[in-house]
T-cell receptor, first 112, second 113 residues
Framework: TQLLEQSPQFLSIQEGENLTVYCNSSSVFSSLQWYRQEPGEGPVLLVTVVTGGEVKKLKRLTFQFGDARKDSSLHITAAQPGDTGLYLCAGAKGGATNKLIFGTGTLLAVQP | DTEVTQTPKHLVMGMTNKKSLKCEQHMGHRAMYWYKQKAKKPPELMFVYSYEKLSINESVPSRFSPECPNSSLLNLHLHALQPEDSALYLC????????????FGQGTRLTVV
């Protein structure tokens, strides 16, 4: 079984704080996607990283793909209440089936 | 248009009922997926269709029956479900190529009574 472990599992912080979410695996992935999901809604794609060592920025969010393409991190600067949600990483093995393997999830609550 | 539309948004059904979940996308994606998600857990893959053919069935019980009538539509037929099947059912679509991105619908919240 290919597992993607996320840490921390839960995170409650105050508005304005910084945080980092980690997504780790022993498997190599051809790409890794990050999603944010709000209660009762579907996951919304934030970013896809493909190249080992790649760093992508989306406003206050910074995503990094590990050099060996086994792990990734999401850093949020100056968190806001609107960042609250379930953050999911998902690894793709490539190939025609496009099977995504989801991480265990990080539930983030940003208090005003 | 990056929208995947799922209907209904909510569904309550008895254990002897037959119902269907529907999913539609007009992005030209030829891969479509069904996922099941329990509260505060990650989505679990159920089925993958590629070019309207079933390519992955993750050992899902036969009371769940998928159907892909054309490249834009994906159905999930439900029959004789159990209360433990209550969950958020998510549909997603993507292109059929390496490192493609998957786009999800809002889901159907299913409650089996």
């Amino acid at each position: 079984t290919q597992l993607l472990e996320q840490s921390p599992q839960f995170l409650s912080i105050q508005e304005g704080e910084n945080l980092t979410v980690y997504c780790n695996s022993s498997s190599v992935f051809s790409s890794l996607q990050w999603y944010r999901q709000e209660p009762g809604e579907g996951p919304v794609l934030l970013v896809t990283v493909v190249t080992g060592g790649e760093v992508k920025k989306l406003k206050r969010l910074t995503f990094q793909f590990g050099d060996a393409r086994k792990d990734s991190s999401l850093h949020i600067t100056a968190a806001q209440p609107g960042d609250t949600g379930l953050y999911l990483c998902a690894g793709a093995k490539g190939g025609a089936t496009n099977k995504l393997i989801f991480g265990t999830g990080t539930l983030l609550a940003v208090q005003p | 248009d990056t929208e995947v539309t799922q209907t209904p948004k909510h569904l309550v059904m008895g254990m002897t009922n037959k119902k269907s979940l529907k999913c539609e996308q007009h992005m030209g994606h030829r891969a479509m997926y069904w996922y099941k998600q329990k509260a505060k857990k990650p989505p679990e893959l159920m089925f993958v269709y590629s070019y309207e053919k079933l390519s992955i069935n993750e050992s899902v019980p036969s009371r769940f029956s998928p159907e892909c009538p054309n490249s834009s539509l994906l159905n999930l037929h439900l029959h004789a479900l159990q209360p433990e099947d209550s969950a958020l059912y998510l549909c997603a679509s993507s292109q059929v190529r390496k490192n493609t991105e998957a786009f999800f619908g809002q889901g159907t919240r299913l409650t089996v009574v």
